[in-house]
């Protein structure tokens, strides 16, 4: 049986609780995206944060610390499975893992999994300025529930 997709972040939100990862409103609108609705989303997708404490603001974000980050991301490789779907949020969180200078979207082979790094959805990402951006994201999205549902995830 393939596993479940793995969503990685970077760390909680603002008032986001480190034990219930990607449930606010970046894993709402992850949901949105998916077409799913947001508890069928919570329970199709594995979810986890690189990191457990939210950085400090920078005043144009966050102070991601990506060596910090590193070590967390080279500790949980071996929960990747073969055939498992692994979608990182954002490029910080994507170079933790040595794919800083991969293109959004492009597949990556690690430990036999499948790993895509995405544009982080935070609603700070210039990025989501261009709609054409997040109808890229929504397809991306839906593609993947419909390999999940197709696969009988």
Known sequence: M???????????GKHGDPRTP???RIGARLAEWCGLPFDEFLTTFQRINLLEVQPQDSGKGTDFNVRAAGKVARAMQHLFEPGQ????LGKRAGAAFGFARIE??????LNGATLYVVPH???????WNDIENELQMIKFMRGIVKQIQVAGV
Do not use: H
């Open 2 to 12: 393939t596993p479940k997709p793995l969503i990685i972040g970077e760390a909680p």
């Open 104 to 109: 959004y979207f492009q597949r990556a082979t």
């Open 121 to 127: 959805p935070s609603g700070v990402n210039r990025y």
């Open 22 to 24: 990607i449930e606010g």
């Open 85 to 88: 779907v692994v979608i990182v």
